[in-house]
C-alpha cells in the first residue's frame, strides 16, 4: 500500500522560507519521478516541480529561482526548499509519483503552506 506524508508546511511572512518533506513507504522510491503540488482554495492542483530518477530538476515558471527540489533515495523522501515566499504561493502542497505529465496515486493528506503579507 502507497502511503506519502507531506510535513513541514507552516504560516510564515512573506519573503521567509519553509522546506517541505514528502515521507513515501510502499513504492519503489528510486525508480520514480517524483513532483511537488499545490492546490490553492478553489483551484486544481498545480504541479510546481518535478524530479526525474535520474535528478534532472524542472519547475513552473511561477517559482524558478526561489524554490529547489531535491530527493535522498536513500531515506525514500522527497524535498522542497521554497524562499522568497509570496502571498500567491499559499496552498496545501502535496507530493506524487509523477508519470506521464500527471499525479500517479491518490492525493495524501498534503501540508498548508500559508505566507502572510
Known amino acids: 500500500q502507497v502511503q506519502l506524508v507531506e510535513s513541514g508546511g507552516g504560516l510564515v511572512q512573506a519573503g521567509g522560507s519553509l522546506r517541505l518533506s514528502c515521507a513515501a513507504s510502499?513504492?519503489?522510491?528510486?525508480?520514480?519521478?517524483w513532483g511537488w503540488y499545490r492546490q490553492a482554495p478553489g483551484k486544481q492542483h498545480e504541479l510546481v516541480a518535478v524530479i526525474t530518477s535520474g535528478g534532472t530538476t524542472t519547475y513552473a515558471d511561477s517559482v524558478k529561482g526561489r524554490f529547489t527540489i531535491s530527493r535522498d533515495n536513500a531515506k525514500n523522501t522527497a524535498y522542497l526548499q521554497m524562499n522568497s515566499l509570496k502571498p500567491e504561493d499559499t496552498a496545501v502542497y502535496f507530493c506524487?509519483?509523477?508519470?506521464?505529465?500527471?499525479?500517479?496515486?491518490?492525493w495524501g493528506q498534503g501540508t498548508q503552506v500559508t505566507v502572510s503579507a
Open positions: 510502499g513504492i519503489n522510491f528510486s525508480f520514480n519521478n
Open positions: 506524487n509519483v509523477h508519470k506521464y505529465g500527471r499525479n500517479w496515486y491518490d
